[in-house]
């Protein structure tokens, strides 16, 4: 009762920033309404917080909260004290990174050889859908070259972290979906500079060696360091299996915090349009993934599962690239906007699927209860 009550409290206070943000737009005090938006999305994720099915919507919904302060005072998030806050993206990935690599171990690796056909049906899927949606899209809106290379490069990047947490969600196959994470991000220092040389190339200048190795740095060096910290000292640091995902997450917000800040104006220009392109290619990864292994004919939780992985990108790695780059505030718009769009709608995909037991677990429960 006590949460009810408190969740309802904040669903209060939200309606009245709400309005004093509609107040002060309309009386042009800009300077408020940022602080008031902020304010809005902040009670909004506190008061899910009170209800189990929405729950998992409250970190994206604090994203929210982040990139409206730094559309409204984009100046505080460029730099401090002369220090470029873009220089933290690269560090801060390879630390997710290396997050990413002490949850793994060589189970999972292995785990290719027990189910090789959906790891080979989801890589193949993943890696040719992405791209040449991502493609499309950009042949469909008319976008200036570099945000349209940053869409091509956030289709040509591996499987998104959340896909893991969203396969549990949906009572899909988790082994198979970490295992997908893994493969895929190893093969992105190769696959994702290909796809970028032969989409995005008409776009933009692509040097395939340097982005080969930007990708290792960022990737498979932190990764590699993650399993063999999980391989020698599993266990021994017990504090750091419990912080590592918040430290995710916080890396994440402050990723997109900056990309926003740095992107703003051009996002006020093609920011309705983008939403609009990004959602089209992220929900036909789901669509695509998920009907193409039915006509495979694999079972509804591996169907899920390669849904979830087709759908779901690296965000966080596409912006490292569009740094390395030098095209931060262009060629990283799209994996900006991507990052907090996926979230919703894979959250919500999961949660619906969630409701649904697949045909083969209804079978194993029927089976224990005879």
Known sequence: MNNLFSSKTFFFLAILFIIGYVATTLMDLHQYAGLLLMGFFVMIALGFRGYALLKGYSYTIMIFAAVSVAMYYPQYFVTVGGFKLSKLIVPLLQLI???????????????????????????????????????????????????????????????????????????????????????????????????????????VEI?????????????????????????????KFAWLDAVMPLVSMISIALIIVVITSAGRDSLLVVGP??????????????????????????????????????????????????????????????????????????????LWWRGRTPPEDQETDAHHHA
């Open 97 to 203: 990174m290396f997050g990413m690599g002490t949850a793994l171990s060589w189970k999972d690796f292995a785990r290719v050889m027990q189910m090789p056909k959906g790891v080979i049906v989801g890589v193949l899927c993943h890696y040719t859908i992405m791209p040449l949606v991502g493609w499309t899209v950009t042949q469909i809106f008319s976008f200036p070259p570099e945000i349209a290379a940053g869409i091509i490069l956030i289709g040509s990047c591996p499987n998104g972290l959340a896909s893991n947490v969203m396969s549990y969600l949906a009572r899909a196959n988790l082994a198979l979906s970490v295992t997908l994470t893994a493969i895929s991000t190893l093969l992105a220092p190769l696959i994702t500079p290909m796809f970028m040389n032969l989409l995005a190339g008409q776009y």
């Open 207 to 235: 040097d395939f060696w340097v982005m080969v190795w930007d990708i290792t740095k960022i990737i498979i060096l932190p990764i590699g360091g993650g399993l063999l910290f999980n391989h020698f000292l599993h266990g």
């Open 273 to 350: 349009l983008l939403i609009v392109a990004v959602l089209m290619h992220n929900i036909s990864g789901y669509l695509l993934g998920y009907w193409i292994s039915r006509g495979l004919r694999m079972s509804e939780k591996d169907c899920r599962t390669l849904a979830l992985e087709v759908g779901l990108q690296n965000g966080g790695l596409a912006s490292g690239i569009a740094l390395t780059m030098g095209k931060l505030s262009t060629v990283g718009l799209a994996a900006a906007v991507f990052g907090p769009m996926m979230n919703i709608t894979g959250s919500s995909l999961a």
